[in-house]
């Protein structure tokens, strides 16, 4: 995973949450994903957010059928395991082209 170079997200948190969701869905669609694990990964590219942030933006994926949960017990422990749905998934093929199309214009050379 790439790592990003912004270290001071929370000054433009409310511009990024689109990018969070996106990379939530990315690994969602890779693997199962939990808490924790994706607040490991939002960090090594450079978002800070708290699990009192984090676990909001979890729910309200699953409560638009973007992603599933189900609690596990692994290692010793409960935690709630979240898996992308078919919804999440053509959500996330389309906002991919939609990424493509914006990036093409942000870094077009004049």
Do not use: W
Not at 8 to 32: M, V
Not at 46 to 58: C, E, H, K, Q, V
């Amino acid at each position: 995973m790439k790592k990003s170079s912004s270290h001071n997200t929370g000054k433009f948190q409310d511009l990024y949450s689109g990018l969070i969701r996106l990379h939530i869905l990315h690994h969602a669609a890779e693997e199962p994903i939990f808490g924790f694990g994706i607040l490991e990964e939002l960090a090594r590219h450079g978002y800070r957010l708290s699990a009192g942030t984090l676990y909001p933006l979890l729910h309200g994926m699953e409560k638009k059928g973007y992603l599933r949960s189900k609690g596990e017990f692994s290692e010793g422990r409960s935690r709630r395991v979240y898996r992308v749905t078919v919804l999440g998934r053509k959500a996330l093929e389309e906002a991919k082209d939609k990424v493509r199309e914006l990036f093409g214009e942000l870094f077009e050379e004049i």
